[in-house]
């Protein structure tokens, strides 16, 4: 009998930023849709864009990410998305 178990495909996500150690274990439709609502956004751009879809991802208000540099925001979400990017294809993203 083959089994599959899709709970234990990826592991939660582990993130510091600004200090304070952020862990993803889901991600629901909710917050995937407005991510990439405010990716397609045109008025909303730039560092407003980058903080907005970061503090979805982390559950974390703009008002405290506000506080981290922009730099760091900004890898930090690239990070997560090319690795939920990977995710979506099939591939763990755990190696």
Do not use: C, H, W
Request: aromatic share 6%; net charge negative; charged share 25%.
């Amino acid at each position: 009998m083959t089994k599959y178990n899709a709970d234990k495909l990826f592991e939660p996500i582990e993130i510091t930023l600004g200090g304070k150690e952020y862990v993803i274990k889901e991600i629901g439709q909710t917050v995937f849709d407005q991510v990439q609502a405010i990716a397609k956004d045109e008025e909303m751009s730039g560092s407003a864009a980058v903080y907005a879809q970061l503090g979805l991802l982390l559950d974390e208000t703009v008002e405290v990410l506000n506080k981290i540099d922009v730099r760091r925001a900004g890898a930090t979400l690239k990070y997560l998305v090319e690795l939920i990017t990977k995710q979506l294809g099939g591939e763990s993203g755990n190696e």
